[in-house]
């Protein structure tokens, strides 16, 4: 008997099959040969057979695959706004706008258009920062891990920096703040207890070698019952006395007081300002709806050390980042248009009736397989902890599907969609779903639920 790998067909042959060599239209030759001598192997692995859906249609398959952007955009249908996983915060229009107009051509990046010489990239967003906040200066950088980083090395290479026991924390993706601290060239100096720091604490541990008093927002979890610990203001000053520096590092760059919206407790960046410490690190994509950046704000010394800090140039931000976060930041000056404009913004503050209206639109188009259900959304992005958002979420049944395979189906959907499991069910939050999704989620459920 003739062993059937035998029998397997040549590469140039699969090649000029008509439904094949049409693909060559549409992709690039390395890609169709690759995919072809992939499909040989697999049907070579299986003892010769020959693919189950023919040899076009399996090399179809694989070339789409291997064509598709690994980089994929994806709905959010979790309620979880700032959802680090998924990208954090989808931009204001300007914003994007912005980023297409400068990444088609030259830009002005470092180029001062009226002397006609080289300026500074750090133009750009520093002077509408300095407005918005009233900070002296701003500086803006990769990422919020790299402000704070940026900012000890600045601030207290070589030195020591003060800080509670109960702000040593981790914020995800390995990001603790001794670690940080031990890379920015700055001796960690621990005081207090996990549940209580005091003033008199940080007093206590002040010596010659102290550089910076150093406050961590406790951005993604709470510490309840017998606590304490030194408000900002209290630190500044006793920096000041010190002729030490203080630094906040606020995680989140809340602009705008959410308060009416229910969302009280994380500290805007004003609050933080207000205690006139001397640098405030947070975040551009987190509460503050732009691109992920990282802002430094405060006194001209302390920017300006940062300025000069050899880990500026390894942690600057690039064109695209400075021309969404300028466009974000300029909406805010009608902080009604950044509520309205600035979609993590929307989100956070859209009302439950206006959230139901669109589980109700996407339900009727789904049919009876979907219902509504009282629900919770998220802030997500290690803001607001503890802040449940109420909200109305479409909840599905499958005849046939587990709620684990029903949510598999969904995300292999063409623009894959991410769902949250409660009770057993897939449910579907209107809130982080763009309101321009809504046709295609339904769409995409029903494609779902029926196979
Ligand atoms: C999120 C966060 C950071 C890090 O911000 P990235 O933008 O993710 O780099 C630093 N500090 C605090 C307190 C945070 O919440």
């Not at 042959?13 to 094949?20: K, N, Q, T």
């Not at 030759?29 to 049907?43: G, M």
């Not at 590092?249 to 009416?260: A, K, M, Q, V």
């Amino acid at each position: 008997m003739t062993d059937p790998r035998r029998r397997l067909p040549a590469v140039d042959v699969l090649l000029a099959e008509p439904a094949i060599a049409a693909l060559a239209a549409a992709h690039p030759r390395s890609l169709l040969v690759r995919a072809v001598r992939e499909t040989l192997d697999v049907a070579r692995a299986n003892g010769g057979e020959p693919p189950a859906e023919g040899w076009a249609a399996a090399v179809h398959e694989r070339v789409a695959r291997a064509a598709a952007p690994s980089l994929a955009p994806v709905i959010n249908a979790t309620g979880v706004v700032l959802h680090t996983n998924l990208g954090r915060a989808p931009l204001a229009r300007p914003a994007i706008d912005a980023m297409a107009r400068v990444a088609a051509g030259y830009s002005a990046l470092e180029y001062d258009l009226g002397r006609g010489a080289r300026g500074s990239r750090h133009a750009h967003c520093r002077d509408l920062l300095v407005e918005l906040t009233g900070a002296a200066d701003a500086l803006v950088v990769n990422n919020a891990a790299a402000a704070l980083l940026l900012a000890l090395s600045a601030l207290a290479r070589d030195g020591e920096a003060i800080v509670s026991r109960g702000e040593l924390i981790e914020i995800g993706g390995s990001f603790r703040i001794p670690d940080i601290l031990a890379r920015s060239g700055a001796r960690l100096v621990e005081v207090g207890t996990t549940n209580r720091t005091h003033l008199r604490d940080y007093a206590g541990a002040v010596t010659h070698q102290t550089r910076v008093l150093l406050k961590v927002h406790r951005s993604n979890f709470q510490v309840t019952g017998f606590t304490a610990d030194a408000p900002a203001a209290e630190l500044a000053q006793l920096a000041r006395a010190s002729g030490a520096a203080s630094l906040y590092d606020l995680g989140s760059g809340l602009l705008l007081d959410l308060s009416p919206w229910g969302l009280a407790g994380e500290p805007t960046v004003h609050e933080a300002l207000a205690s006139q410490v001397d640098l405030v690190a947070c975040s551009g994509d987190k509460l503050l709806g732009g691109p992920q950046a990282g802002i430094l704000l405060g006194s001209e010394a302390a920017v300006q050390a940062c300025h000069k800090d050899p880990l500026a140039r390894a942690v600057r931000s690039d064109k695209f980042t400075l021309a969404a976060l300028e466009a974000t930041l300029a909406l805010y000056r009608d902080p009604e248009a950044a509520r309205r404009e600035i979609p993590v913004l929307r989100m956070l503050t859209e009302d439950v009736e206006s959230i139901r209206r669109r589980g109700e639109a996407l339900t009727k188009d789904v049919g009876k397989k979907a219902k509504l259900i009282d629900g919770e959304s998220e802030v997500g992005g290690g803001s607001f902890p503890g802040a449940k958002l109420k909200t109305v979420l479409v909840q599905l049944t499958a005849d046939r599907l587990t709620a684990d395979g029903l949510a598999g189906r969904l995300r292999e959907a063409e623009l894959p969609i991410i769902a949250r499991i409660h009770d057993g069910h897939v449910v579907l939050d209107p809130r982080t779903i763009l309101p321009e999704q809504t046709a295609t989620v339904a769409r995409a459920v029903r494609a779902a639920l029926d196979a």
